[in-house]
């Protein structure tokens, strides 16, 4: 009976009982997690390449919560879609060298750049080529372990069958959101600019091949608003210029930033007004922004940023 | 024991957080699809604590750019087991252009529509009505460009 009281012995049964009661809570996490959409701990892991380094002008807190929708996939898409232009396939960037993306700052970049791409497709209903961009699309978000949020099978299978475009469209959005979010809220702001930063660069590519094919007064005034989005898109990146890639980003931002330098824009001052239209609320908004820019102008802004962001895309 | 206990409420944590985050998914689904015809771009996620008795009720803002000559919808969506009932406002710089509820006629509203004639940074402010403890979803859509 002496031995039942061996102090050696009631630590190693104590500790016995401890690790099985960590692998019984363990298996059983492991069981419940393993059928959710959500990945396990392991996927979430991040490399520390790509978690924010260095010291931030912004803290990461106020990043998280920094200006949203500064580019949206379909805003640019319906607006040139509103304006009778035609579709064309040109406008998109290739999909064939995703392989070769390899850093995590190249994969957030084109993953925007995708993103608006596939809200181009979207607008225009082109369901066709939509699976290139989808699967290019959860190639990167994979790579910079974001593919949780992005619902591949389900956006494949609407696209092939044509149907439910509503649904197509609200998945890609959503999901392109919570891929932002997630790397908000999980430190990783850096690469949720450069995210959003490709989709507004692609937007404005987009906006500039449509004016220098079919000139329109209302697309050169939308490409004359972005000197707006700009000084808060650069505002936000100027955040990371201790960061090489982001230095040279910056660098050659700045050159299509310069050609909005002469580009006026005033606004003339009223009150909002609601009314009812069909039994809802709407507020007309009775501020409204002028904007002033020369032909020659919006010409060197189209040539400008054609060559930077086919420099991007070839990056 | 002590040990398992801990075990345990990490696992009940961990859990109830998954929980969560699948409601706010089907809530941000349910509020989107509830906006009508019009196209999701962004949701706001909030949940707040009950403000202090006499002072200004918490609120959670986000800021976003809109585009001139742009229909906007601005929906809110209160969760079902939430004990305040949200607002949703939206302020061009500190002029407010539009809210879901109108506290001089108590009139409330699922959602309006902006016009927005002035590209730039607005923010939405969302909080409970009597700064009541609340969870809610707020959706920006668009509906057409003018």
Redesign the interface.
């Known amino acids: 009976m002496l031995h039942l009281f061996n102090p050696q012995q009631q630590i190693q049964r104590a500790m016995i009982k401890?690790i099985f009661?960590?692998l019984v809570?363990s298996l059983?996490?492991f069981a419940?997690?393993s059928g959710?959409e959500?990945k396990t701990e392991d996927e979430f892991e991040v490399p520390d390449d790509i978690v924010n380094e260095g010291v931030l002008e912004i803290s990461e807190e106020v990043m998280q919560?920094?200006?949203?929708?500064?580019?949206?996939p379909?805003?640019m898409a319906?607006?040139v879609k509103?304006l009778n232009a035609d579709f064309s396939g040109k406008y998109l960037a290739p999909t064939d060298k995703v392989d070769d993306l390899t850093t995590s700052y190249q994969q957030a970049f084109h993953l925007g750049i995708y993103a608006a791409d596939l809200g181009y497709l979207n607008i225009y209903n082109k369901t066709n080529s939509v699976i290139d961009y989808i699967t290019a699309i959860k190639t990167l978000a994979d790579g910079v372990r974001v593919g949780q949020f992005f619902d591949f099978t389900t956006l494949k299978r609407l696209a092939q069958s044509n149907q439910n475009l509503d649904s197509l469209?609200?998945i890609s959005?959503?999901s392109f959101?919570q891929m932002d979010k997630y790397l908000r809220s999980d430190n990783r702001s850096n690469l949720s600019t450069l995210m959003v930063t490709g989709v507004w660069m692609e937007g404005l590519y987009l906006a500039t091949q449509v004016a220098k094919s079919d000139p329109h007064p209302?697309i050169a005034?939308?490409i004359g608003?972005q000197k707006?989005?700009m000084d808060?898109l650069m505002l936000i990146l100027e955040n990371y210029r201790s960061d090489k890639y982001f230095r040279k980003l910056i660098e050659d931002l700045t050159i299509i930033k310069d050609e909005f330098d002469d580009v006026t824009i005033t606004?003339k001052k009223g009150e909002?007004v609601?009314i009812e239209?069909d039994g809802?609320?709407?507020?007309?908004?009775?501020?409204?922004?002028m904007v002033e820019i020369s032909d020659d102008r919006l010409n060197s802004i189209i040539e400008k940023t054609e060559q930077i962001r086919n420099k991007l895309i070839s990056n | 024991m002590k040990n398992i206990l801990k075990y345990i409420f990490l696992s009940l944590i961990f859990f109830a957080s998954e929980i969560i985050a699948q409601d706010n998914v089907e809530l941000v689904a349910q509020c989107a699809a509830s906006a009508g015809n019009v196209t999701y771009l962004k949701d706001f996620i909030v949940k707040l604590d009950a403000g202090i008795p006499g002072g200004k009720p918490p609120s959670a803002k986000f800021s976003m750019v809109l585009s001139k000559n742009t229909q906007y919808r601005f929906s809110i969506c209160t969760a079902p087991d939430s004990e305040g009932e949200a607002i949703l406002q939206l302020f061009d710089m500190n002029v407010l252009q539009g809210s879901t509820y109108i506290s001089s006629t108590g009139k409330e509203f699922p959602f309006f529509d902006f016009k927005c004639q002035k590209t730039g940074v607005y923010h939405v402010f969302i909080s409970f009505k009597e700064g009541k403890p609340g969870e809610s979803v707020g959706i920006l859509s668009f509906v057409k460009k003018l």
């Open positions: 401890r009661a960590l809570v059983l996490l419940c997690k959710g959500r919560n920094i200006v949203q929708n500064i580019s949206s379909v805003e319906s607006l509103s469209m609200y959005v959503h959101n209302e005034e939308r608003e707006i989005i808060q606004i909002p609601a239209e809802m609320l709407v507020i007309v908004q009775k501020d409204v922004s």
